[in-house]
């Protein structure tokens, strides 16, 4: 398959009042051409700060990626200039954002704005904009799409405007679109329409998706590989079988133990214990020692290495190294 997008060992930091915060620790992972890649985990993991790093969008008075890389077709998008990164963002990379409200300017048309994306990085007339910007109107499932062009964002509803958001980073046929929490504001029937919306865009173009939520159920719709993010780490990447059948880390297991079920009946939630670690100053261990039921000495002081399952699955937890797992099997059967 070919591949559009390459992290690796990405590391980005804050600096606040309080001290840096380590917000983003060696986070690694690649995109392939027309697939959906989905990075789940609570809020504060670091999933947002990871895409916003991608996208150049990170605050320069406070941010800064002290460490990897992003390679995008071979171009290493933290060492280009802001110019550059202008004209890769929008034209190849998108984003949508997790709310429409603030996305859209409530001052232009919907017409205007999904225009000056276009002439913004294509060379073509204004009437050959607006001919463009009906035919995405139409791809995303807008009726009327003359009479839309000229309305303004308060006169659509709320999948309307996620709608709308969606053809404006599908407006420069990008390669890779990532979508930060596309459906949160959105009931349960737009939830579905908007997912069946990727589907069909991902069919026609074959855009590489990266999707952003804590949402389980949108990413077993939708994701073909998955991974698993905590406390600034990428702690288990997979297939979405893989993650959703064979869960391997104590953290993947607890979030899937929180999702509710319709197939079990009656089944009790088990919310995950405890609270994520401080990032202004993460533990040198495994971060998830602390509410881990399966906790052995080592993974308080040593991170975990990482351990290959299959070709697609890896994770990183002390469980699966097989010296560490006898230690921890002795001890409970001591006890």
Not at 63 to 72: D, P
Not at 95 to 101: G, R, S
Not at 264 to 282: H, N
């Amino acid at each position: 398959m070919e591949r559009v997008l390459e992290v690796k060992d990405l590391h980005v930091t804050f600096t606040t009042y309080g001290g840096t915060i380590q917000a983003v620790r060696g986070v690694s992972f690649s995109l392939n051409k027309g697939e959906t890649f989905a990075i789940v985990g609570e809020s504060g993991c670091g999933k947002s700060v990871t895409s916003q790093s991608i996208m150049g969008l990170l605050p320069s008075y406070s941010a800064k990626i002290t460490k990897g890389s992003i390679l995008f077709k071979g171009t290493d998008l933290t060492q280009v200039s802001e110019k550059e990164i202008r004209t890769i963002r929008g034209a190849e990379i998108s984003m949508i954002f997790q709310d429409p409200m603030t996305a859209l300017n409530p001052t232009l048309t919907v017409g205007d704005q999904l225009m000056e994306a276009v002439l913004q990085h294509k060379k073509i007339t204004r009437k050959e904009a607006k001919k463009a910007v009906l035919s995405m109107l139409d791809l995303v499932g807008i009726p009327n799409p003359d009479e839309r062009f000229k309305q303004y964002p308060h006169e659509f509803s709320g999948g309307m405007r996620q709608r709308i958001v969606i053809a404006m980073a599908l407006m420069c046929e990008p390669e890779v679109i990532i979508a930060d929490e596309p459906t949160t504001a959105l009931d349960v029937t737009i939830q579905a329409q908007i997912l069946e919306l990727f589907k069909k865009i991902q069919k026609e173009t074959g855009v590489a998706i990266i999707l952003i939520t804590h949402d389980l159920g949108i990413v077993a719709q939708v994701a073909d590989r998955i991974a698993v993010m905590y406390a600034g780490k990428m702690v288990e990447t997979g297939t979405r079988r893989e993650i959703f059948y064979h869960p391997q880390h104590p953290y993947t297991k607890g979030l899937l133990h929180s999702v509710p079920r319709l197939d079990l009946k009656g089944a009790e939630l088990i919310p995950v214990p405890g609270t994520p670690p401080d990032l202004f100053s993460p533990p040198s261990g495994c971060p998830f020692t602390a509410r881990c039921p399966y906790a052995m000495e080592v993974c308080e002081k040593v991170y975990p290495v990482e351990t290959y399952l299959s070709d697609h699955h890896h994770v990183y937890c002390w469980l699966q190294d097989k010296r560490a797992k006898a230690v921890q099997l002795s001890s409970i059967n001591g006890q």
